[in-house]
T-cell receptor, first 112, second 113 residues
């Protein structure tokens, strides 16, 4: 089964700083890729997804992610974070069996 | 419209007891997923239904865990002879079709004492 690695366990940034969260997966076939976010006290919500086509995908709230097939990566980026981006971020990979695998998550703290 | 709902929101049970956790997916969603999330971890896949049938149950940890979706909508996750290690948040998600984005419920926090 595929696995997903998120490189950073906890990231602390000041407002307006740029963000990049790493995600690598181990599966050689066709996959669908997702980033989910969990704000404090809320349930998981979709930030963005990649199925095919343009490898640079844009999601909600100014987030984007780039799929680099040769590196098995799907890193999440945001040019300028806000305090309200404080949350836990999960990368997920869905293979042909539709058994979605999640990374361990990265906790983002944005200082006002 | 209504999202995915899960009941109960919290369940405390004694070791060895049987528990049932319920999931109501978004109306019309054919795919339904169960996950388990422990503290500091991402959701761990348990089982996925397409319609009434379990399309993939490879994530169920052992035969104490079982899930059903008899009419293709509501699903119940059943855990027999609960152990303290079963304590976690159990998440349910639904999707219009397999491989599409999943919509998550708020979860059921299970505590086994």
């Amino acid at each position: 089964a595929q696995s997903v690695s998120q490189h950073n366990h906890h990231v602390i940034l000041s407002e307006a700083a740029s963000l990049e969260l790493g995600c690598n997966y181990s599966y050689g076939g066709t996959v669908n890729l997702f980033w989910y976010v969990q704000y404090p006290g809320q349930h998981l919500q979709l930030l963005l997804k990649y199925f095919s086509g343009d490898p640079l995908v844009k999601g909600i709230k100014g987030f984007e992610a780039e799929f680099i097939k040769s590196k098995f990566s799907f890193n999440l980026r945001k040019p300028s974070v806000q305090w309200s981006d404080t949350a836990e971020y999960f990368c997920a990979v869905n293979g042909p069996n539709n058994d979605m695998r999640f990374g361990a998550g990265t906790r983002l703290t944005v200082k006002p | 419209g209504a999202g995915v709902s899960q009941t109960p929101s919290n369940k405390v049970t004694e070791k060895g007891k049987y528990v049932e956790l319920r999931c109501d997916p978004i109306s019309g969603h054919t795919a339904l997923y169960w996950y388990r999330q422990s503290l500091g971890q991402g959701p761990e896949f348990l089982i996925y239904f397409q319609g009434t049938g379990a399309a993939d149950d490879s994530g169920l940890p052992n035969d104490r865990f079982f899930a059903v979706r008899p009419e293709g909508s509501v699903s119940t996750l059943k855990i027999q002879r609960t152990e303290r290690g079963d304590s976690a948040v159990y998440l349910c998600a639904s999707s219009p079709q397999p491989s599409y984005e999943q919509y998550f419920g708020p979860g059921t926090r299970l505590t086994v004492t």
